[in-house]
């Protein structure tokens, strides 16, 4: 049974951070493509970010390019994302989730987390 589960989600103030990370079972990590995407109120979920196989190649929503970090350790069947600099416009449910094709942009991942509730203040 494939099992995603996040956490590090939280109230933070404007211009502070939070470590999302998320624990995979259930597969083969180092196999699979790792994404982060979120869903505000009211909107459809979007892309935030994803990271290939190995951790050598990552890509990013213009939205949060320069401002989060995503990351993986194979050794512990692990994927974060640094949160820096947050905005108010960053409070949404995060979600990770896993795919065996890298997907930049695409929402048709695999497997998916139940999400991790992130709310920024202003």
Do not use: H
């Amino acid at each position: 049974q494939v099992q995603l589960v996040e956490s590090g989600g939280g109230l933070v103030q404007a211009g502070g951070s939070l470590r999302l990370s998320c624990a995979v079972s259930g597969l083969t990590f180092s196999r699979y493509t790792m994404g982060w995407f979120r869903q505000a109120p009211g909107k459809e979920r979007e892309f935030v970010a994803t990271i290939s196989w190995s951790g050598g190649a990552t890509y990013y929503a213009d939205s949060v390019k320069g401002r989060f970090t995503i990351s993986r350790d194979n050794t512990k069947n692990t994927v974060s994302l640094q949160q820096n600099s947050l905005k108010p416009e960053d409070t949404a449910v995060y979600y990770c989730a896993a795919n065996k094709v890298l997907r930049v942009g695409r929402a048709d991942y695999d497997y998916w987390g139940q999400g991790t509730q992130v709310t920024v203040s202003s």
